[in-house]
């Protein structure tokens, strides 16, 4: 026998994949505007320009969907939290998608025969596939109500921002030719586009343990000293 | 199909017109003669027959009696059974009991009052005005019991739940909201049964017996229009005969106006 | 099974069964008048079962009812939501083979107390049904007092209580002109409000609600629930609905019923947005009932 609610539930089911699938067009951005870094691709960074339409459209899908379900259903407890925590998400996935842009918008500054630093070249190289397992995991932690996984993330994150700052202190101490210099600002900027695609899945992750414990605990992370739990 | 009923019907009515019909061709001329209404009958076969005064007032009198009797007692135990017996055992057998009494022929209720009452010279007199009276109560108590109970049953049960919720005794629920609340339709079964009490002849005939002058005793015999009906119809003599038939339209005409009041007071309520 | 958190309210509020603190005016508005409050009062269920003959409709029920405060109890029809509201004033009774044991507090008076009377239990709580009823018999100025009336109780000025009842329920001003007008006469919502009107006007200490929204339109139901809103100041209220929604809009604490037990009991809020039990998760998100 079908449950009660059933249109209802598939809604929900819906919206909630549809916001999760933006996670996968993040990714997609983000493995483009590493790649279009890394070769000096400027044409590709146009693509990753021009495709943020794509996940600025499906904020806005999602954000309508969220509307109609509020406003039709009146979804309670488990159910209400779901779609609370799913405006978070969209709103990271958006969020995300704009640092994509921004990294792709430096590359035609960034110069064709520039020098480069090997160690910040890594270090950059390294962010990229950390922040590219983080949104996998968000992804896989919210849609599988996994809170170790949530959790998980976090530990993660410090593995970037310690990354960001090692990216930083290595720019400052750089030297002085003067090329170089300007090429490691821009890497700075790159470095902190990424740190903040590792802080929005750690924001997916703290809605995941919401969605699961009714409970919104700020996680706290290495760059921010702690912080107390709160409860609402 | 709805020919045959039609036919049914005009088939049906047909005695009831002719009734009225012959009450009113043989009747009508006596209510114009004088004295008529205003003077007793005198009981002579020769001469002036005289009026009907005496049984009018009568019936009058023993219904009127009946009515104190049977309309409280009636109502009370209705009360009982739908109040405080509801479906117990004993009110169950109540109602059962009161069933049997709504088809017990008239008759045996005179019967019944005449070895009791009569025979026995109870309160120093045989035939008696109020004995009569009893046993027209007798006859009218089951009929007041059965339709108070089911206009009382048609009280909606909330309106008790409220009155008790706000605290209410139960006696002050029966006589606050139920009775007050189901007036029209007591009165209008007290009226029904009425009506029926004035014409009934076989309960009065081993209880009152008759009387030619006016009386207001009760505890002596009392002229009634049932039994003058039932005296003065086979009397050889064409004149008491065409008594008998005003008087057999005089009773039907104050039944028609009881009926009528109830009737009145029913619309009046729904309204 | 949780409790509120209502520890200071109760600790505040506990008096001797039935007589009223004194305290200062509470006025609930401008256009209402100042109506001297009572000291709050709580309910409290202890291990309440109740039978229909020989079916156990309500098992082991323990519940705490703030004073001054909405709560509302909801569950699947059948699950004894009803009852326990019956049983608090003893109305449970009136049915046939119906019986209940356990313990009812209002405040320190025991209502079951074989030396209590039941009538004036029901004058300390009131109730108002699903069905608006007032009584047919009677006018709208009648109506109202007919809770005095019938408990033969003598009112110094019974003209301004009806004027204060009946403003206290928001319907003076649309009823002021036809006082003497049948009770009847009045639209299902306005009738509702005359039999609120009517069970304040004795000055209850807690009102109870069996649906009284249900049967009627989504405006007077709106109404009604500000109205209710605005009673708590006055009344520990308690009210049985099957309209989820409404439980979520009004009450301040919300017992989940689940054939004839309670399952959960906690903050509305809680109970709306994260329940800790299963059975209450599947309930109010429709998943069943």
Redesign the interface.
């Known amino acids: 026998m079908q ?3 059933h249109q ?2 598939e809604s929900l089911r819906a919206l909630e994949g549809q916001a999760l699938d933006g996670l996968d067009l993040v990714i997609q951005q983000l493995d483009r505007s590493l790649e279009s870094l890394s070769y000096q691709d400027v044409e590709l960074a146009g693509m990753v320009v021009a495709d943020d339409d794509r996940i600025d459209g499906r904020y806005l899908e999602v954000h309508q969907g969220i509307l109609s379900l509020l406003a039709r259903q ?8 779901i779609v609370a925590a799913l405006l978070h998400v969209i709103r990271c996935v958006e969020r995300m998608g704009d640092q994509c842009v921004n990294i792709a918008k430096l590359v035609p500054l960034s110069g064709y025969e520039t020098p480069k630093d090997k160690d910040i070249l890594d270090a950059i190289e390294r962010m990229g596939r950390l922040a590219r397992s983080q949104v996998s995991q968000a992804k896989q932690a919210f849609a599988g109500r996994n809170v170790e996984l949530a959790q998980d993330l976090v530990r993660q994150d410090t593995e970037i921002n310690r990354l960001n700052r090692e990216i930083f202190r290595r720019a400052v101490e750089i030297g002085d030719n003067l090329d170089l210099r300007e090429w490691a600002m821009f890497m700075i900027l790159v470095a902190r586009c990424l740190e903040r695609v590792g802080d929005n899945t750690v924001d997916i992750a703290e809605q995941t343990v919401f969605v699961v ?3 919104f605990r700020e996680f706290a992370d290495a760059s921010t000293p702690p912080e107390t739990a709160r409860t609402p | 199909m709805r020919g045959t009923l039609f036919a049914a019907t005009i088939v049906a009515l047909i005695p009831l017109v002719l009734v009225i019909y012959y009450l009113l061709h043989k009747g009508l001329s006596l209510w114009f003669t004088s004295g008529f209404f205003t003077t007793d009958p005198t009981g002579s076969f020769f001469g002036n027959p005289g009026g009907i005064r005496s049984a009018i007032l009568g019936s009058l009198v023993i219904v009127a009696l009946a009515t104190v009797i049977s309309i409280p007692i009636g109502i009370g135990v209705a009360l009982y059974l739908t109040e405080y017996g509801k479906q117990s055992w004993f009110a169950n057998t109540v109602r059962y009991f009161v069933d049997v009494m709504t088809g017990v022929p008239s008759i045996m209720f005179g019967l019944f009052i005449y070895i009791v009452l009569v025979t026995s010279r109870f309160g120093g007199s045989g035939y008696a005005a109020w004995k009569g009276a009893v046993a027209l109560a007798l006859l009218m108590l089951p009929i007041v019991i059965r339709s108070a109970e089911v206009v009382l049953l048609l009280v909606p049960s909330s309106l008790r739940e409220a009155a008790l919720a706000l605290g209410a005794p139960r006696w002050r629920v029966v006589f606050q909201v139920v009775l007050p609340t189901s007036l029209s339709g007591l009165l209008t079964g007290s009226l029904l049964a009425i009506a029926r009490g004035m014409g009934e002849t076989a309960p009065l005939l081993f209880t009152v017996a008759t009387a030619f002058g006016l009386t207001f005793n009760l505890n002596s015999q009392m002229n009634t229009m049932p039994f003058l009906i039932f005296t003065d119809i086979t009397s050889p003599r064409a004149a008491i005969q065409n008594i008998a038939w005003g008087t057999a339209l005089t009773l039907v005409t104050i039944v028609l106006i009881f009926n009528l009041f109830a009737r009145l007071i029913a619309s009046r309520s729904s309204a | 099974m949780n409790t509120p958190d209502t520890t200071s309210k109760e600790q505040a509020d506990v008096s001797a069964g039935g007589t009223p603190a004194p305290q200062s005016p509470q006025a609930t508005g401008a256009s209402k008048p100042a109506v001297t409050g009572k000291a709050g009062h709580a309910v409290n269920l202890k291990d309440l079962n109740a039978y229909y003959g020989a079916e156990h409709a309500i098992k082991d029920v323990t519940i705490d009812f703030p004073a001054n405060e909405v709560t509302a109890l909801i569950g699947p029809s059948g699950s004894g939501k009803s009852t326990v509201v019956r049983c608090i004033n003893r109305m449970h009774e009136e049915i046939p083979g119906a019986r209940a044991t356990g313990s009812v507090r209002l405040d320190e008076l025991d209502v079951y107390a074989p030396d209590v009377d039941v009538t004036a239990v029901r004058r300390l709580i009131g109730m108002v049904f699903q069905k608006p009823n007032p009584f047919p018999t009677m006018s709208i100025f009648d109506n109202v007092a007919a809770g005095l009336r019938l408990t033969g109780t003598k009112s110094k000025d019974l003209k301004d209580l009806v004027h204060r009842s009946l403003q206290s329920v928001g319907l003076w001003d649309e009823v002021k002109d036809r006082l003497g007008s049948p009770g009847i006469g009045l639209s299902g919502g306005q009738q509702q409000r005359l039999c609120i009107a009517r069970t304040v006007a004795i000055e209850p200490e807690v009102i109870l609600m069996d649906e009284p929204a249900s049967a009627l339109d989504p405006i007077s139901t709106l109404k009604i629930e500000e109205l209710i809103d605005e009673l708590k100041e006055r009344y520990t209220i308690v009210i049985v609905t099957h309209n989820m929604q409404q439980a979520a809009r009004v009450a301040n604490s919300t017992v989940f019923m689940l054939e004839g037990e309670v399952i959960e009991h906690d903050e509305t809020t809680k109970i709306f947005t994260n329940p800790s039990d299963e059975r209450t998760e599947r309930y109010v998100t429709g998943k069943f009932g």
């Open positions: 449950e009660t609610r209802f539930h009146a979804p309670v407890a488990g159910d209400l939290r414990t009714g409970l």
